[in-house]
């Protein structure tokens, strides 16, 4: 089990930018795939992207792409998400999450998950 921390949420106006940062805790941290979920408020949590354990791998919602980069550093044990050109659509709680399981595009298997940060995008 990964213990996972987010920060990097707040008020931005519409084509700002952001850079959210999920740190995890243990010694293990390369050995997950981790993921960034959103979820709006009376919308289901939503797949935003997801990186592989070695970080060769980067997998992203068609809504972001262009626009959001997920990036790692497994020597401080954290997972970015920089985030640009933001809309107002994309205003939600972000939330970081791990999982063991071999690299897939499969967005359902994440089993830690941190508290989230709310990322609120004015027009």
């Known amino acids: 089990q990964v213990q996972l921390v987010e920060s990097g949420g707040g008020l931005v106006q519409a084509g700002g930018s952001l850079r959210l940062a999920c740190a995890a805790s243990?010694?293990?941290?390369?050995?997950?795939?981790m993921g960034w979920f959103r979820q709006a408020p009376g919308k289901e949590r939503e797949f935003v992207a997801a990186?592989?354990?070695?970080?060769?791998?980067?997998y992203y919602v068609d809504s972001v792409k262009g626009r959001f980069t997920i990036s790692r550093n497994n020597a401080k044990n954290t997972v970015y998400l920089q985030m640009n050109s933001l809309k107002p659509e994309d205003t939600a709680v972000y939330s970081c999450?791990?999982?063991?399981?071999?690299?897939?595009?499969?967005?359902?298997?994440?089993?830690?998950w941190g508290q989230g940060t709310q990322v609120t995008v004015s027009s």
């Open positions: 243990g010694r293990t941290f390369s050995s997950y795939d």
């Open positions: 999450a791990a999982r063991r399981a071999p690299w897939s595009l499969t967005t359902n298997d994440y089993t830690d």
């Open positions: 990186i592989a354990k070695s970080g060769i791998n980067t």
